[in-house]
C-alpha cells in the first residue's frame, strides 16, 4: 500500500509542478530559518554548561541602595569566597577574582597587547573545571604567587608553542612564570579572558568589607538547596558587612536600614547567568532570555506561513483534488485511505524540503553568524537534538501543512463532487478559509516588518541623540596609566600640535570607568551623605569632550587650587539642592576629615554609559593619573594628528605599545546587541515576506486561471488591461489591508515593552506604522499584479474559441 500510496504522491507533484515548486521553496526557506535560530537558541541555552557539576556552582552578587544611591551587580568584597569556605559547611569552594583588559606581555624584546587577564585565587580553577588543561597542573596551576595560566592561542602567539610551561613573560612591572596552558574559553562561557595570573590580597582587603571589586563564585555541595544557601550568605552583611559600615558612616547599620537602606547577597546559577543578568558590571555584554523567546516566536511563526502556503493552495487547487476524490471514494477507497494519501504527500513534499532547508542553511550560516556576533559550527547541525528535532520537524509540518486536504477534502461525497467541482473551491467555507489564513501571513509579516523599523530607528535614535558630548573626532588612547603622572604633560604637548584641538585625560567614559564613593555636601552630618558617581579627570576635559558648563566655571591648569576642586552635573546638583555652586563644598569621608573639595561648577548631563541607564549624578574630580587620553581632532586631520599622537606617545613611553580607539566606536559597542537585533530582524522580516509573498503569487496564479475566462468576456467588452488587474488585485489587498489592521495593535504592544528597556528611547509616531503598511500591501500589489497583467494582457480571442 505504501508503495501505491508513494506513486501517487510522486505523480501529483509531477502533475502540479508549479504549486509543487512553491510548496517546497516556501517550507524550505522557512525550515531553513528555523534550523538557523534553533542553532542559535542552543548555543544560547548551552551557556556553560560545559562545567562539570555547573548546576552546583553559583554567583553572589550585590543588591544596595544607601542613601539616594542604588546598586546591583556581580561585584562583592574580597574577602567572602574565603569567608564562604569557612563559615558554610555547604560550600565544597569557592574563588573570587577580578578582571583587566587591555593588558600588555612582554616576552624577551617583543611587545604583545590587547590581552584580557583575570586575577583570581588559588581554587580558580577547583570551581570553574570545565577549563580543559593542556599542559601543568591543575590543583596546583596558581599556588605560586608569581604563577599564570595562558589560553592555546595565548600561548602559541607569545611563545609559538602550546607546551609554554616554565616560560616567562613580563606584566607591567612584574615576571610572571608560566605554570598552566589551558583550551581556549569555550565561545558558549559568559567569562572570556587570555589568560589567570595569580593573585593574593593584601592584609588590608582581605580584611575589607565595605569595597566591592571582586566577583565571586561558590560552588556548592551536592543536594543543597540554594534558598538556604543565599540566606546563609546575607547573614553575612550583619555579622561582617554592618560594622565596618558604621565605622564608615559614623551610624548604625540599622538606623540606615530603618532609613530607607537596603544592603543583601543573592545568588545566581552559574547557567542562567547569560540569559537572566544584565545588571551594573558584568564580565561581558550577557544574551537576554527575551531575545530567545523572541526569535524562536519568529521561527515558528515563518514555519506557519510556510505551512500556510501548503494549505492555501491546497484549498485553492480543491476542485482538483475533489474530483479525484470523489472518483477514488466511487470505487470503494475509505476516508482513512485518502487521508492517509494527502498526509503522505505532504509529509514527502516536507521531507523534500527538509533536505533542501539544511543546504540553504549551511550555505547561509556563515551570513547569519556574522549578523548574529556568534561563531556556531556547521557540525552542530549533527547534535542529536538538532537530528531528533528535525525528524519531528518534517512529522509535525507534514500533518499540519497537509491537515486541510487529509481531514476536509477526503471528506466529501462523490455524488456531490462529481456534479460539480467548483463548489468547494469557489465559495463556502474553503474561500473564507483562504482568505484568513493569507490575513494570517501579513498579520505576521507586517509585525515583523514594524519591529525591523523599530529596533533600526531606536539605534539610529541611540547613535544620532545629543549625548552632551562630543564623540565625534575624538582619538582615545588606552593604558594612559602607564604613563603615571607624565600623563598631563602628554596632553599639554599634544594640544599645541597641527590638527588637534585638545587633549585632556579621563577615566573610561562609556567603559564603566566611574566609581562611587560616598560625599557628603558643606558641613551635614555624616546621616545627610549621598552616594554618588565620580570620574576622574584631567583639567582640560571640559573643552576636549565638549561638555558644556552651565553654572560657575570649569577646571583651569593656570589655578593649582582647581586640584581640591570638583564639578559636578545638574543631576547631582538636583539630588543636593543646588542651583548655583558658589561657596558649596563636598566632603568624602575618610581618615581625619577626610577629603573636601570646592565646588566651582555645574556640567549639563551627559552620557557616560548605555542609553539603557538614566544619566546619574556625577561628580568630576580632577587627578594626574587616568586611564585614558582623550584627543580632539580638527575635521580632516585625523591622519596627521594620528600621527603625531604615536611620535609623542613613543617620546613619553618607548617601551609601550600605542593602543588606541576612536569615542564613537567605543559608544556604538555600548549597543551593538540592538544593532545585531536589528540585523537579524530584517533577515527574518524579509524571509517572512517573501514566503508570504510565493504563496500570494500562487494563489493569483490560481486565481487568474480559474478567470481566464472572465477576463476574456471583460477585455472584448472593452475593459483596459488597469481595469483588470484592478479587479484581480482588489481582493488581495483588501486582506492585507486587514492584516495591518489586526498587526498594529500587536505591534504595537510588543515594540513598547521592548523599548522599556532603554531609558532614552524613539517615540512609536503614526508614519513608522504607516510606512510598514504601505511597504507590505506595495509589495503585495507588485506579486499579484505580475500575475493579473499577465492575464489581462491574454488575447480574448485564446480564451473564449471553444465557447
Not at 553559583?58 to 574577602?79: C, F, M, N, S, Y
Not at 539544511?358 to 551570513?367: K, N, S
Not at 463556502?428 to 489564513?437: A, I, P
Not at 496564479?701 to 472593452?718: F, N, V, Y
Request: aromatic content about 8%; proline content about 4%; glycine content about 8%.
Amino acid at each position: 500500500m505504501w508503495r501505491n500510496n508513494l506513486k501517487i504522491a510522486l505523480r501529483a507533484l509531477k502533475r502540479r509542478p508549479g504549486p509543487a515548486l512553491i510548496n517546497v521553496l516556501g517550507l524550505a526557506v522557512g525550515l531553513a530559518a528555523c534550523v538557523l535560530i534553533a542553532l542559535w537558541v542552543n548555543h544560547e541555552l548551552s551557556y556553560d554548561d560545559f562545567h562539570p557539576g555547573a548546576e552546583r556552582i553559583h554567583r553572589i552578587a550585590l543588591d544596595v541602595k544607601l542613601q539616594d544611591r542604588e546598586l546591583t551587580g556581580p561585584i562583592t568584597a574580597a574577602p567572602l569566597a574565603r569567608t564562604l569556605i569557612e563559615d558554610i559547611p555547604e560550600v565544597d569552594t569557592a574563588t573570587r577574582f577580578g578582571d583587566d583588559d587591555n593588558e600588555v606581555f612582554r616576552v624577551g624584546d617583543r611587545t604583545f597587547t590587547g590581552h584580557t587577564v583575570l586575577d583570581a585565587d588559588s581554587l580558580f580553577f577547583e570551581v570553574f573545571g570545565g577549563f580543559d588543561f593542556l599542559h601543568g597542573n591543575r590543583a596546583s596551576a596558581l599556588k605560586p604567587t608569581d604563577a599564570i595560566v595562558l589560553t592555546a592561542s595565548t600561548a602559541e602567539r607569545l611563545f609559538g608553542t602550546t607546551n609554554a610551561v616554565g616560560q616567562t613573560l613580563e606584566r607591567g612591572s612584574s615576571t610572571q612564570r608560566v605554570t598552566g596552558v589551558i583550551a581556549d574559553v569555550p565561545d558558549a562561557s559568559h567569562m572570556h579572558f587570555d589568560a589567570v595570573a595569580s593573585d593574593e590580597l593584601s592584609p588590608e582587603q582581605a580584611s575589607r568589607w565595605v569595597g566591592n571589586n571582586w566577583y565571586t563564585y561558590a560552588k556548592l555541595t551536592p543536594g543543597t538547596s540554594r534558598k538556604a544557601f543565599e540566606k546563609k550568605v546575607d547573614a553575612f552583611v550583619q555579622k561582617y558587612v554592618a560594622p565596618q559600615i558604621q565605622e564608615f558612616l559614623g551610624m548604625p547599620f540599622n538606623q540606615l536600614v530603618e532609613q530607607g537602606a537596603r544592603y543583601r547577597y543573592f545568588t545566581q546559577p552559574l547557567t542562567s547567568i547569560h540569559l537572566y543578568s544584565n545588571y551594573q558590571y558584568e564580565l561581558e555584554a550577557n544574551g537576554s532570555i527575551a531575545y530567545v523567546y523572541t526569535f524562536s516566536a519568529i521561527a515558528l511563526f515563518i514555519l506557519l506561513i510556510a505551512c500556510v502556503n501548503f494549505m492555501n493552495l491546497a484549498t485553492a487547487r480543491a476542485s482538483e483534488r475533489a474530483t479525484e476524490v470523489g472518483m477514488r471514494k466511487a470505487l470503494g477507497a475509505y476516508r482513512t485511505q485518502l487521508a492517509g494519501q494527502f498526509l503522505g504527500e505532504a509529509t514527502l513534499t516536507t521531507g523534500i524540503a527538509t533536505g533542501l532547508s539544511l543546504g540553504l542553511a549551511l550555505l547561509a550560516l556563515p551570513v547569519f553568524n556574522d549578523l548574529a556576533g556568534t561563531s556556531i559550527s556547521p557540525w552542530q547541525l549533527l547534535q542529536p537534538s538538532i537530528l531528533l528535532g528535525g525528524v519531528g520537524l518534517v512529522v509535525a509540518v507534514g500533518l499540519v501543512a497537509g491537515s486541510y486536504p487529509a481531514f476536509v477534502l477526503s471528506h466529501f461525497q462523490p455524488a456531490t463532487v462529481l456534479k460539480s467541482d467548483d463548489r468547494h473551491s469557489t465559495s463556502g467555507h474553503g474561500k473564507r478559509l483562504r482568505q484568513g489564513l493569507v490575513v494570517l501571513q501579513f498579520t505576521i509579516s507586517i509585525v515583523l516588518i514594524i519591529g525591523t523599523l523599530v529596533v533600526q530607528q531606536q539605534f539610529a535614535y541611540i547613535q544620532d541623540k545629543r549625548l552632551g558630548i562630543d564623540k565625534e573626532q575624538v582619538i582615545t588612547v588606552d593604558r594612559a596609566w602607564t604613563l603615571e603622572e607624565s600623563q598631563t604633560a602628554l596632553a599639554d604637548r599634544l594640544s599645541n600640535q597641527p590638527g588637534i584641538v585638545q587633549a585632556a585625560t579621563a577615566d573610561g567614559i562609556f567603559r564603566g570607568g566611574m566609581s562611587n564613593t560616598v560625599f557628603v555636601p558643606d558641613d551635614a552630618p555624616a546621616s545627610e551623605s549621598h552616594s554618588l558617581n565620580y570620574l576622574n579627570v584631567g583639567f582640560t576635559v571640559v573643552e576636549t569632550l565638549g561638555i558644556e558648563v552651565v553654572a560657575g566655571r570649569p577646571f583651569s591648569p593656570e589655578r593649582p587650587a582647581d586640584s581640591s576642586a570638583v564639578l559636578i552635573n545638574r543631576a547631582a546638583a538636583d539630588v543636593l539642592g543646588w542651583d548655583d555652586p558658589t561657596g558649596h563644598q563636598l566632603r568624602e569621608p575618610g581618615e581625619g576629615e577626610g577629603n573636601v573639595y570646592d565646588v566651582i561648577g555645574i556640567v549639563d548631563n551627559f552620557h557616560y554609559a548605555s542609553m539603557r541607564q538614566e544619566v546619574r549624578p556625577l561628580v568630576l574630580r580632577p587627578d594626574d593619573v587616568n586611564s585614558t587620553l582623550y584627543v580632539r581632532t580638527a575635521p580632516g586631520t585625523t591622519a596627521g594628528a594620528l600621527d603625531a599622537v604615536r611620535q609623542a606617545w613613543s617620546a613619553a613611553a618607548p617601551e609601550e605599545p600605542l593602543q588606541y580607539t576612536f569615542l564613537d566606536q567605543t559608544y556604538a559597542e555600548l549597543h551593538r546587541d540592538t544593532q545585531r537585533t536589528g540585523r537579524l530582524f530584517t533577515l527574518f522580516a524579509v524571509l517572512a515576506i517573501a514566503i508570504a509573498c510565493l504563496g500570494l503569487y500562487g494563489l493569483a496564479t490560481h486565481t487568474a486561471q480559474r478567470r481566464t475566462k472572465e477576463i476574456g468576456i471583460r477585455k472584448a467588452l472593452g475593459a483596459t488591461a488597469t481595469q483588470i488587474v484592478g479587479l484581480l488585485s482588489k481582493e488581495f489587498l483588501q486582506l492585507v489591508g486587514l492584516a495591518f489592521l489586526v498587526a498594529l495593535p500587536v505591534a504595537y504592544l510588543s515594540m513598547d515593552r521592548w523599548l522599556q528597556d532603554f531609558a532614552y528611547r524613539m517615540d512609536l509616531g503614526v508614519p513608522l506604522f504607516v510606512l510598514a503598511g504601505v511597504l507590505a500591501a506595495t509589495v503585495a500589489f507588485l506579486t499579484v499584479s505580475y500575475q493579473a497583467l499577465r492575464a489581462a494582457q491574454t488575447n480574448p480571442a485564446n480564451t473564449l474559441h471553444g465557447e
